[in-house]
């Protein structure tokens, strides 16, 4: 298993283009191959994540071909898609899974879908039951609770679904199903989640319809393929811009970078923390908004966050806990329970590795308190196989007394292959 050093820095400079956003990715890919016609995805996110969903979709008969960032897809229409003469493996990706599953409900076919020890450990109730509710016949393992997920799809009704869990895979996975159905399905969910799916479902031609906190699609539309340019990733410019704000005598910039609303809760909660991250150059790159985002050094204060804005940041939820640890007073979260159900128990992970760099933090059922500022004092951590937390411990190594070697880095690949060589230019 790969490790990592990474040293204090003095000072920062540097402009990044962080790779394309790993939700839209994937959605681009399934879109792409249920279309007519050809679709070009442009800033698509070669990492081990969005390739697997991209092989997915080549394994049930869309022709994919890839060159760098560039996807072409010609795809086979709403109907052409085929059984999988494979299981489908996601590899470590929930969105991977779970955007799959809804699409399989939709088949007239039987699909196995699986990923690795973390997806196989990930609750799946969340998408069987909309979807059984809708028709579909699905089994898992422990009672239809984990995966292995067998799906045999087709014959679906339209359904409106009160999602529980604020949740786009929740959500997405039913509306990939609603396409398929008899009738409109609806999602409601308890506060707005990215709304990718949505967006781009729209673009392909799809009749979607939003009410509020309520989703509606209509069944059968005519997808055709198109032009996706892909922003970059939020969620990895996040680590850049922490980084910005916390290093002494820095001003790093992200360019291009996805500001869709439902997805720059960290920046706002960086701004009521007191940090200095301004966004330039906001535009629309088709069905998203992107902009350039530049943070500079700043002394940060303790604040609380808890309620809808949790969703809009919760895989930033890391990175603003290593924020909180330099802030001055008392950084809260609360209303994040969904953490314990990511990649790993994030909350558990933030606190033993924050730990084990110096820094305390108070775990709660749903989220965190930490009293700053505290020293990081740089040591060892282990990521438990998250790229986000092993991110996360390279920018606090950063910022660190002294060196900071991270264990099990090759996670990060899931999300962000080039990680490691930007971080050297700061
Ligand atoms: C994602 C949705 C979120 C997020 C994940 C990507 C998506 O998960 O944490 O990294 O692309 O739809 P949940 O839907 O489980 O909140």
């Not at 790779?19 to 994937?26: A, E, Q, R, V």
């Not at 196989?385 to 900071?404: E, F, K, N, S, W």
Request: charged share 20%; aromatic share 4%.
């Amino acid at each position: 298993m790969a490790s990592r050093t990474v040293h204090p820095i003095g000072s920062a400079r540097a402009t990044i283009r962080v790779p394309g956003d790993k939700s839209i990715s994937h959605r681009a890919a399934i879109l792409g191959a249920i279309a007519t016609g050809v679709t070009t995805v442009e800033g698509f996110l070669a990492s081990e994540d969005c390739l697997n969903t991209a092989r997915a979709m080549r394994h049930m008969g869309a022709d994919i071909e890839r060159d760098g960032d560039r996807l072409a897809i010609r795809g086979v229409g709403l109907d052409g898609l085929r059984e999988s003469g494979a299981v489908v493996d996601v590899g470590n990706s929930g969105t991977g899974i779970r955007l799959l599953s809804g699409l399989a409900a939709g088949q007239a076919f039987t699909t196995t879908i699986t990923g690795d020890a973390s997806i196989r450990r990930r609750p799946m109730d969340r998408i069987v039951k909309p979807l059984s509710a809708m028709g579909a016949r699905i089994s898992g393992a422990s009672g239809g609770l984990y995966a292995p997920l067998t799906i045999q799809g087709g014959g679906l009704h339209g359904i409106a679904y009160d999602s529980p869990v604020a949740s786009a895979q929740v959500k997405s996975a039913t509306l990939l199903a609603g396409l398929y159905a008899d009738g409109e399905t609806t999602v409601h969910e308890p506060s707005l989640s990215r709304d990718h799916t949505e967006r781009m479902l729209t673009a392909f031609g799809a009749s979607v319809r939003r009410d509020g906190l309520a989703v509606t699609v209509t069944p059968r539309p005519q997808l055709t393929g198109r032009e996706v340019r892909v922003p970059a990733d939020i969620s990895s410019a996040a680590f850049f811009l922490v980084a910005g704000l916390l290093a002494p005598d820095a001003r790093v910039s992200c360019v291009g970078v996805g500001v869709n609303p439902t997805r720059t809760g960290i920046v706002d909660a960086l701004r009521v923390m007191g940090g200095d991250v301004v966004a330039e150059a906001e535009q629309m790159s088709g069905a998203e908004p992107v902009a350039d985002l530049h943070a500079a050094t700043s002394s940060l204060r303790g604040a609380t966050f808890a309620g809808d804005a949790i969703v809009t940041m919760i895989d930033e939820l890391p990175l603003l806990a290593l924020a909180g640890s330099q802030a001055r007073g008392q950084t809260v979260v609360r209303d994040a329970a969904e953490l314990r159900v990511k990649e790993t128990d994030r909350i558990a992970a933030i606190v033993s590795e924050l730990s084990s760099l110096g820094v305390e933090v108070e775990p709660r059922p749903d989220g965190f308190v930490i009293d700053g500022p505290q020293r990081i004092r740089g040591g060892e951590c282990e990521s438990h196989g998250d790229h986000r937390i092993a991110m996360m411990c390279a920018v606090a190594g950063l910022i660190g007394d002294a060196p900071t070697t991270i264990h099990d880095v090759d996670c990060v690949n899931t999300s962000f292959p080039t990680f490691w060589e930007l971080l050297e230019q700061l």
